[in-house]
């Protein structure tokens, strides 16, 4: 905050705000103690987020220069609009060419930032992902970088980060979580409306955000469909699972004869249009 030429004042309340922190504890119905907080921002803190802003806004700074007096390219997708890098609170995405050159300068300038910041990135956590050059060449760059070499396409918060349209192999961290969960539910003998009450609160849960950012494959839709059907009428997951009413009334409304589950292209449908709207420029 200091390089960034923050009032002295300013400064000094947020250092003495971030490091005199003390907590209790809730033991049986009530508080016990103080202990200070050691090191680092707390998670939770409301003023985090703008910390990290602020340290990431540095960051930026740092790389731009160390770019401008360097051989750094650009990553070919990224060239045109000269980006680097994104940033969301304490997470960073940096894009350059597969090279040493270009590595070389975000390294430097995350070695500068952990030195005058004392922000230092976990490496075991991080990744380096590479596109158009060989699996060896790749593996090369992780060890100049210090980091693991992982397989395209990237996961962030539990989403792919891909420019195309959902495939049926994409989706198939869905059918895993949901054929594991009704595995374990297997084990618990339920009655229909059991099965039925955990459809609703537990299994249209584990797609559920997926759907919110992705419209997905019918293919993928109507096998959650059959996983759902199957442990409904079986309490799990069978090739002939002996329904009595077609999944198409069984997701109708109440009022309508139906058990009223959710219909999943429907409720995607749905909320893609929720979040376009939010994205849609407002007049």
């Known amino acids: 905050m200091t390089a960034l030429h923050f009032p002295d004042v300013f400064v ?118 590479v596109a158009g050059v060989s699996n060896s060449e790749g593996q090369l760059l992780s060890e100049f970088m210090g980091m693991p070499f992982r397989d395209l396409p990237v996961t962030y918060l539990g989403l792919l980060l891909i420019p195309a349209r959902l495939s049926f192999k994409d989706c198939q961290t869905i059918l895993t979580k949901i054929q594991q969960t009704i595995s374990n539910l297997g084990t618990i003998k339920l009655s229909y409306a059991g099965r039925q009450q955990l459809i609703k609160s537990v299994l249209h849960s584990i797609h559920l955000y997926w759907t919110n950012v992705f419209i997905l494959p019918k293919r993928i839709t109507k096998k959650i469909e059959m996983m759902l059907a199957s442990f409904l009428w079986a309490g799990e997951i069978k090739t002939h699972y002996g329904a009595k009413v077609s999944w198409h009334d069984v997701s109708a409304p109440k009022k309508e004869g139906g058990l009223g589950l959710t219909n999943l292209t429907l409720w995607n449908e749905c909320l893609i249009t929720s979040t376009t709207g939010i994205f849609s420029p407002k007049k």
């Open 12 to 129: 000094g309340w947020v250092k003495l705000r971030v490091t005199t922190a003390s907590f209790s504890l809730n033991l049986n119905g009530s508080l016990a103690g103080y202990f200070r907080s050691e090191k680092g921002l707390r998670q939770g803190d409301p003023i985090s987020p703008y910390l990290f802003l602020i340290a990431m806004e540095f960051f930026t700074i740092l790389l731009t220069r160390n770019i401008r007096d360097s051989d750094f390219c650009y990553d070919p997708k990224c060239k045109s609009i000269q980006l680097t890098h994104l940033a969301f609170a304490d997470d960073l995405l940096v894009f350059c060419q597969a090279s040493e050159p270009s590595l070389s300068v975000i390294k430097s300038s995350l070695e500068e930032f952990g030195a005058i910041s004392r922000v230092k990135p976990n490496l075991l956590k991080s990744s380096i992902y």
